[in-house]
């Protein structure tokens, strides 16, 4: 009861910090989100800037989409350090397109100080059920030996070179020892028309994005890329239940520009972290797919250093480039 009383305590003093910062400031805090407006990532700034909006008073979404998100968190670094600018690292932004792009406007690094990590999204490993059908691949032991089997007869399809697909599925072809071909496509949605036509054999999807066409039954997911089995597919087995240790999802928090006062990036942490935990939050991203996955400043940004070593290993085993 006393750690109780200590936490509401502790929550009355940020409120009311918060509130006398931003009227003191006269502005809003602006949250750079590196992508188009409308996509999953939008979608969770959105929702926690209306929840975080007691606290820290009005956050206005800023969408800077172009060049695999590098544009938006170029912004991000460059930004005045006051904490009226923040914004959103992303798998790509800060652990793939480091080793991807070969000119960096910013350093991935260096440049940010971490807020809190805000989801982690799984992937899932599906094939065409018509496919998994005709080749009596029912479980993703099946797909293994059948690769084996018949090596280089399998394909799987992507978003494109270096893209989440991609990596997912050099990584999938490095542990489990097999080769598949890797078609690139112009985009997650062109790769998923070609896995739905028989184009393709399988892909490494993002959940949400594959779901719908799991329950029509159109395709048929063998794996999830996380450690641990996931509540949006819990009948579903983790990669790494066959393939020890292998993990690859997408996710994304927050960041502000590097000098920020850590007073400041306290204050931030403290107010999102408190609106990911809100059953209103919970029950908001559980409609599309996500857990929220609150963290300290420093646990999220040891999280992006491991994240940016094993992109780079497979950034650079896949051969990919952006010039």
């Known amino acids: 009861m006393h750690c109780q009383k200590l936490i509401i305590a502790a929550l009355a003093i940020l409120t009311c910090a918060a509130s006398s910062l931003a009227q003191a400031q006269g502005k809003p805090i602006r949250l750079i989100v590196p992508y188009a407006a409308g996509g999953p990532l939008d979608v969770t700034a959105r929702a926690l800037a209306e929840r975080v909006r007691d606290t820290l008073g009005p956050v206005i979404i800023d969408n800077k989409p172009g060049a695999g998100g590098n544009i938006g968190a170029d912004a991000i670094a460059k930004a005045a350090p006051d904490g009226l600018t923040i914004g959103i690292a992303a798998t790509a932004t800060h652990a793939v397109n480091p080793w991807l ?50 090596p280089g007869k399998l ?140 963290s300290t400043p420093e646990e999220f940004g040891a999280f992006m250093k491991l994240e940016r070593a094993k992109y780079e290993a497979l950034v650079k085993a896949s051969g990919a480039r952006v010039d």
């Open 101 to 150: 792009y070969s000119k960096m406007p910013y350093n991935a690094a260096t440049d940010f100080a971490p807020i809190t990590q805000i989801v982690r999204v799984p992937n899932v490993l599906v094939m065409n059920a018509e496919a998994a059908r005709r080749l009596k691949i029912d479980t993703l032991p099946d797909l293994i030996a059948y690769a084996k089997a018949n």
């Open 155 to 294: 394909n799987y399809g992507s978003g494109g070179n270096g893209s989440a697909g991609h990596l997912a599925g050099e990584m999938f072809k490095r542990d489990a020892g097999i080769f598949a071909v890797h078609i690139p496509y112009n985009g997650g949605n062109p790769a998923q028309l070609a896995l739905l036509s028989g184009q393709v054999d399988f892909n490494f999807d993002n959940l949400a994005t594959a779901a719908p066409n799991i329950r029509s039954g159109k395709l048929k997911a063998l794996a999830v890329t996380t450690l641990k089995r996931t509540g949006a597919l819990p009948g579903t087995p983790p990669v790494a239940d066959t393939l020890r240790g292998f993990s690859i999802d997408t996710w994304w928090g927050l960041v502000a520009p590097a000098a920020t006062p850590k007073d400041v990036l306290t204050r931030l942490n403290l107010a999102f972290v408190a609106a990911l935990n809100s059953p209103e939050t919970k029950t908001r991203f559980a409609t599309l797919l996500t857990e929220p996955a609150p």
